[in-house]
């Protein structure tokens, strides 16, 4: 089981990226994972950005509600993180990560999570 993220970058504030989140190992299982975003500011705790379910159904953190938007594509075994209005307050290492089965879903509690990519970095500049 691997999870790659990509599309990281310097941005200007109020500038917009697209994560994406490649995963492979979970074959056709893949489409009925819970998966999340979450992120990691210097000296700071991870926390959780955003989750999506099987059914599509989705939980934001109140910081990135209305900017982000989480989606996936099953086909390509793929999450994303749409970010828009980018702020400075959101520069941070970006990982994806997927739900321990069994457990619960469509949550921001990392302790939930199994399996973790290797992070990208996002820096916004003011």
């Known amino acids: 089981v691997r999870l790659v993220e990509s599309g990281g970058g310097s941005v200007q504030a109020g500038g917009s990226l697209t994560l994406s989140c490649e995963a492979s190992?979970?074959?056709?299982?893949?489409?009925?994972?819970?998966l999340g975003w979450f992120r990691q500011a210097p000296g700071q705790a991870r926390e959780g950005v955003a989750t999506?379910?099987?059914?599509?159904?989705?939980i934001y953190a109140d910081s990135v509600k209305g900017r982000f938007t989480v989606s996936r594509d099953n086909d390509k075994s793929t999450l994303y993180l749409r970010m828009e209005d980018l702020k400075p307050a959101d520069s941070a290492i970006y990982y994806c990560?997927?739900?321990?089965?069994?457990?619960?879903?469509?949550?921001?509690?990392?302790?939930?999570?199994?399996?973790w990519g290797q992070g990208t970095q996002v820096t916004v500049a003011s």
């Open positions: 990560a997927v739900v321990r089965p069994g457990t619960m879903c469509l949550t921001l509690m990392e302790a939930h999570y199994d399996y």
């Open positions: 190992g979970f074959g056709y299982a893949y489409s009925r994972y819970c």
């Open positions: 999506i379910d099987r059914t599509t159904a989705t």
